[in-house]
Nanobody
């Protein structure tokens, strides 16, 4: 089964950019719907963005629209989350999740994803 690994988290100042990566060394991620979720201290996990498989359908949380972009590199077998104009409230642990059941849509419900990475910390602070 998938073993997702996230990377790219860091401590940055407001207004900065980061790119998070999600990889699996063995299985082809382009067959899976992928979501990025985040959890801030003391808050529930929330969906940030997701992408289906067949038609590239995406969902963006209102809080990140226009600032975050999800993309795939099928050659490198990677999924990226480009985060621009970072804000204090973007701080949290970011998780990559995947599931095979999302051809023409993607889910914002965490329980719809079978595979999760260990998370990468993003801290936005001045």
């Amino acid at each position: 089964h998938l073993q997702l690994v996230e990377s790219g988290g860091d401590l940055v100042q407001p207004g900065s950019s980061l790119r998070l990566s999600c990889a699996d060394s063995e299985f082809t991620l382009n067959y899976y719907g992928v979501g990025w979720f985040r959890q801030a201290p003391g808050k529930e996990r929330e969906a940030v963005v997701c992408m289906g498989t067949k038609d590239g359908s995406t969902y963006y949380a209102d809080s990140v629209k226009g600032r975050f972009t999800i993309s795939r590199d099928n050659v490198k077998n990677m999924v990226y989350l480009q985060m621009n104009s970072l804000k204090f409230e973007d701080t949290g642990v970011y998780y990559c999740a995947a599931d095979t059941s999302m051809d023409y849509y993607c889910s914002v419900q965490g329980h719809d994803y079978s595979y999760w990475g260990q998370g990468t910390q993003v801290t936005v602070s001045s």
